[in-house]
């Protein structure tokens, strides 16, 4: 008897910890940790990284240029001794050292234009980055919402196949009380067993969503995952007046990441045309420098090799200068160069009008399906209490024998149909309402 309590209160604590261990997951949480651990993400991320790089450095470029230089030299044969410039033929060697800085004074605008480009390119790049969030965000959403559209219809299709079993029992004890033949059993059979497929092709169709809502979220050493609240004990509420598209369209086009990267990268074309311009012109740029040299001929009244640090001291000179540079021809390579500077800014002011236009289509399409999904949702509301009114009066004629098992079947099928309809129209509203929220600048995703 102990042992029987003990073994119990083991299973008991086991199936506690199971239970315990099961995480539930909720939409935000399965859509942070997707944005957590998406790969293709990162490769945004990386690319936004690299132009702010680009951004930083076209700002350094602003900065004078410093180098340093040495050399090491040996003359063999007949040469010019660089001390007293006669010809020599001994060997000997020389050793050269410089600094010099340079800094651009006017280059047609070019660096400051640069800085513009590379800047509105790395905001284009954040709001990408953003943009690919808020895409992957959907595509959890989408798949959260199949798994709750397929618990549900695992759900009514248990259902209809607790009534396939009790019916078949009915007519099992019916036949025994001779009541009915037993031909009737082979239909209620045959009934039943078409509950347990659908019942099973629900269940496949199940773990297929979970599958694809655990690959979106890029969640490890998993095959199943459980979410929060089910379809049926989700109160949905939803907007009975009509949404007009174009106030849609204007609030997203003030706020949509896709619509703000292309402005930005139209703004940049406008930029690096005047950056192409820019070598048209002169430039300008100031250069100052520092060298000294050690020379193996320099020597004293003996004859003697002056040492190293004299002569370093002794060699240095110091020199400024200003250098001027007019382009005046290159080939016509500097002015093809504007040419498809201002065919890259066309292409970038054509590609933020297309985005527009697809996006006021898409919202067009979307308060349009909205809209119809309302006046469909009350019909197959309506359409539910009937068919379920009529599988009610059906089943209870079935019981007395007053209808044929296929009339049965025809009305439980009709009941499920209309279910699972229903049940579709419910997420599609739901779907196309976060879509529109989102659209309308509204908090659907807690994406910082």
Sequence with gaps: MNYLIKLLIMILLLLSAKLAGQEVWTLDECVAYALENNLQLNDY???????????????????????????YYINFGRSTDPFTNDIVTTDFFTNNYSLESSIDLFQGFQ??????ASKFLYK??????????????FRVMQAFYDIQFFEGLVAISQEQLAVSKANYELVKKQIELGLKAGA????????????????????????????????????????????????????????KEEIKSDLVYNEARDFLPLIKAQELRAKAAKKQLAVSRGRLYPSLSLFA????????????????????????RDNTSQYIGVSLSVPISNGGSAWSRVKQAKIEKLRAENNLKTQE??????I??????????????????????????????AQKRYEKGLVSALELFTAKNLFASAQNENLQVRLKVEINKSTLDFYRGLPVFNIN
């Design 357 to 362: 236009q697809v996006l006021f289509q898409t």
């Design 124 to 137: 284009a790049t954040q709001e990408e980055v953003l943009q690919q969030k808020f895409l992957l965000a």
């Design 364 to 393: 067009r399409q979307l308060v349009q399906d909205y809209n119809s999904l309302l006046v469909e949702l009350a019909q197959s509301d309506k359409k539910v209490e009937a068919q379920n009114l009529a599988f009610t009066i």
């Design 184 to 239: 009737d059993l082979y239909e209620a059979e045959s009934l039943l067993l078409t509950d347990e497929l659908n019942l099973t092709q629900s269940k496949n169709q199940l773990a297929t969503a979970k599958l694809t809502l655990i690959q979106e979220m890029n969640l490890e050493n998993t095959s199943d995952i459980d979410i929060q609240e089910p379809l049926d004990s989700v109160t949905l509420d939803f907007d």
């Design 45 to 71: 991320e990386y690319t936004n990284l690299s132009q702010k790089e680009t951004y930083a450095q076209s700002i350094r470029n602003l900065l004078p240029t410093v180098n340093g230089s040495s050399n």
């Design 289 to 312: 420098g520092v060298g000294t040299g050690y020379f193996e001929t320099t020597r004293d009244s003996l004859g003697k090799t002056l040492p190293f640090r004299e002569q370093f």
């Design 111 to 116: 660096k400051i234009n640069a800085i513009k």
